[in-house]
Structures are given as structure tokens and as C-alpha cells.
């Protein structure tokens, strides 16, 4: 399975960016999320939708981040960014009804001004 993402880049406080992630794979995919981690910090989750989905953000993005996905793609629209949204994003991805988990390679969003 390999995630390819895409849609990193900079933006001014304010602004906006969407990420894109697509599965390549043959088999299923169940769960998907977008983490960050900024430099100094833990990795956290930011969004997730499942198979079904259902979609969940956290506290910290919500109202400013959409989570959305089309089959084997999730992608992450990401508005009213903050200085403190910046981070490396990445990709995550459950096989569908498996325990194997597979990771991006990560895009930089950086935020300033």
C-alpha cells in the first residue's frame, strides 16, 4: 500500500490550503485521518472519516477543517489557518476489516506571515 499526498505548501494567517492523499492499493480501504506534527511536538490526530463516512476532527481545527474522501482518497480542506497550524501533515490509512496500518510520507504546511 502506498499514500501519496499532496497540497502542502505555505499560506498567510487567514488563508487556506487542501491536502489530498490517494491509496494505492488493490486491496480495501477502511479508516483514513490526516496527523501533524510540529517540530518539538507529538504527532496528533487531526481528522479522521471512516469507511462508512462518518467524519471526526479535533477540537483544535474544528470549524476551520473539512475532512472528505472519495474511495481510496482523503482529502483535508483546511481554511482560516493559524501560525500554529503549521506542522508536518500526514496520511493514515486502515486496510479494510485488517489490522495493518499504513502511513504517508508527509507534506509541510506552513502558516506565516
Known amino acids: 500500500v502506498r499514500l501519496v499526498e499532496s497540497g502542502g505548501g505555505s499560506a498567510q494567517p487567514g488563508g487556506s490550503l487542501r491536502l489530498s492523499c490517494a491509496a494505492s492499493?488493490?486491496?480495501?480501504?477502511?479508516?483514513m485521518a490526516w496527523y501533524r506534527q510540529a517540530p518539538g511536538k507529538q504527532r496528533e490526530l487531526v481528522a479522521q472519516i471512516t469507511y462508512t463516512g462518518r467524519t471526526d476532527v479535533s477540537d483544535s481545527v474544528k470549524g476551520r477543517f473539512t475532512v472528505s474522501r472519495d474511495g481510496k482518497t482523503i482529502d483535508l480542506q483546511m481554511s482560516s489557518l493559524k501560525p500554529e497550524d503549521t506542522a508536518l501533515y500526514y496520511c493514515?490509512?486502515?486496510?479494510?476489516?485488517?489490522?495493518?496500518?499504513?502511513w504517508g510520507q508527509g507534506t509541510q504546511v506552513t502558516v506565516s506571515s
Open positions: 493514515k490509512a486502515h486496510i479494510l476489516f485488517g489490522t495493518a496500518v499504513y
Open positions: 492499493t488493490g486491496f480495501s480501504i477502511g479508516d
